[in-house]
């Protein structure tokens, strides 16, 4: 089953699973099948914003509780977690709002920032803002594609003819310049001899 049939399917349930868990494309498919009818906009951002902010929250706390040794037994995050922890220290505050914007890092970082030591009430709220700013950016964005693609849609089938005749006229100039070279060649190969 796709990801667009489990969202048709299970629809708010199914974005708010898929955004826990990680995210970007069920978010812009639903921001996509949003802009189709078949969801509707500000329900895909709430349960985009709350699927991202719980499952944030949930590794934040695993981080908080376990810290290092949790990564210690998972030698795969390590280098991730490494390069979170070092833009962490240099960039806390926009590192935090715009994790979920890092290709790489972005399911590591909740954890490293809660085994950092960082202050949960601090977290939540700079949590809750990213994740807003995110559910908010990706589901408009599958939005303004569906538009897009309803947009080049209609301008095709408003230009078919057009397009069709312009196809059908490149193809004959294409036809006879093909026929006239082969004229011109047999031309060339057979000259006519002069009468005796």
């Known amino acids: 089953m796709s990801l667009e049939e489990l969202i048709v399917q299970y629809g708010y349930l199914a ?16 921001g996509y099948l949003a802009q189709s009818g078949v969801l ?7 349960a985009a914003l709350f699927g991202s902010f719980g499952g944030d929250q949930m590794f934040f706390f695993i981080g908080h509780f376990k810290g290092m040794s949790f ?10 977690a490494a390069r ?8 806390q505050i926009a590192i935090i709002l715009g994790f979920r914007f890092l290709y790489g890092i972005r399911n590591v970082t909740p954890f490293v920032i809660g085994s950092s030591g960082y202050k949960p ?3 939540f709220i700079l949590n809750f803002l990213g994740a807003l700013v995110w559910a908010i950016t990706f589901a408009c964005f599958g939005y303004n594609l569906g538009t897009l693609a309803e947009r080049l849609l209609d301008d095709v089938e408003n230009y ?16 006879l310049f093909r026929e006239l070279r082969k004229r011109k060649r047999r031309k060339n190969q057979n000259p006519v001899g002069k009468n005796s």
């Not at 509707?40 to 709430?46: K, M, Q, Y």
């Not at 979170?84 to 960039?91: I, V």
């Open 40 to 46: 509707d906009l500000p329900l895909v951002i709430v």
């Open 160 to 175: 078919e003819k057009i397009i069709f005749s312009a196809i059908g006229g490149i193809a004959l100039v294409w036809y």
């Open 84 to 91: 979170a922890f070092d833009l962490l220290h240099r960039h």
């Open 71 to 80: 990564l210690d037994k998972r030698p795969g995050l390590r280098e991730n």
């Open 121 to 123: 009430l601090r977290f």
């Open 15 to 30: 974005l708010f699973i898929g955004t826990f868990l990680e995210g970007e494309t069920i978010l812009i498919i639903a």
